[in-house]
């Protein structure tokens, strides 16, 4: 197994302990190194520091909000390659989208549709930054 370096990291913002069980249990397990913050200000220092192939969060964050969050991520040089994929139970799609989201996933967590759209969004915006880099 890769070690904790060598595995690409993904940052979730989450507030329901059960859920980030099963995120962490879905991505280890898919081998990816899952790193987690308690709310938007702590996810935004995180994904700056980390820079992370991917940050999973939640709208309902406390300090600052999910959808204020990828608009920060976006709006800033240092993160703005980085995926973010919007994970709500509340139906916001197009508000998710319009703050930026790379994608938008509506809970229940599935583990095929949660990997597959992590795996997907963070490839393609991976291939979208080599592209600029060109």
């Known amino acids: ?16 302990r059960h859920v980030r069980e099963l995120q962490e249990f879905f991505l280890t397990r898919a081998g990816f190194a899952v790193e987690f913050a308690d709310d938007g200000e702590m996810a935004l220092d ?41 994970f709500s139970i509340l139906s916001a799609g197009t508000r998710a989208h319009e703050a930026g989201a790379d994608a938008f996933l509506r809970k229940p967590i599935i583990e095929s549709t949660f990997l597959a759209t992590i795996r997907e969004t963070a490839a393609a915006k991976h291939l979208t930054l080599m592209e600029h880099q060109k």
């Open 1 to 16: 197994m890769a070690s904790r370096d060598d595995r690409e990291v993904i940052l979730i913002a989450e507030r329901d």
């Open 46 to 86: 995180a994904a700056r520091r980390l820079i992370p192939r991917a940050v999973v969060c939640e709208i309902l964050l406390p300090k600052m909000d999910g959808l204020a969050l990828c608009r920060r991520l976006k709006g800033d040089a240092s993160t703005r390659g980085i995926a973010v994929i919007v």
